[in-house]
């Protein structure tokens, strides 16, 4: 995705107090201002809801076919009134765990509560959804590990071919897997390269997902000094 494309977002608030007006939507208000830092052409859309299943299911199946982007803040926790996740896990088409898996394992490295929530991403329709907590502080940690992929991710959820072809392209050629948040630690590394002490096993399978008229070879790369 370009930095000149405009993209919609919601940032949705799930919090009885906020909902009330007994409390400063903070967390609201910082993710909107990441958003803007990143994309200035970015759209967000506000909402606000308490931990009510019904009206948190009613914003989502509402909201995912307005915007590319669905961020919600609240209610991943242990407590009872936390309903945020087992309310809009069954809405998604598909799960993306490699992204929770991230937002997670990160954040354990700052603070071992960040095991007590249970963030989720996925996709419903077009539609790319995460759910984060209601802290600002975790807000601002899981966007510092998001925001570098978003892009990415929006042209895959949204079949922008070109752009995810261009940015293969650059990855498979040494370049920069993303513009220049990415550390070169995150950099694609293509397979199909020759490297020292890599050793290269092609194999066939069957790509369903994806473009392609009929298969696919995979790289799989094997460390030839541990055999793994």
Known sequence: M?????????????????????????????????????????VVTRKCVPDEASDIREVINEGYQLNQVIITTGGTGLANRDVTISTISPLLDKRATGVSTALISQTLSNTPFAMLSNPIAGVKGQCFIVCMPGSSKAVKEYMDILLPVLGHIIDLVSDRSSNISSLHSKMQAGGPGHPSTLTSSTH???????????????VTYPINCCRFDDKQSIGLVKDTNTGI
């Open 2 to 42: 370009s930095e000149e494309e405009s993209i919609k977002v919601l940032v949705l608030t799930i919090s009885d107090r906020c909902s009330r007006y007994e409390a400063p939507d903070k967390s609201g208000t910082l993710l909107q201002q990441l958003l803007l830092q990143w994309n200035v052409n970015t």
């Open 188 to 202: 694609h590394v293509c397979p199909h390269k020759k490297a020292s002490k890599l050793q290269v096993d092609l």
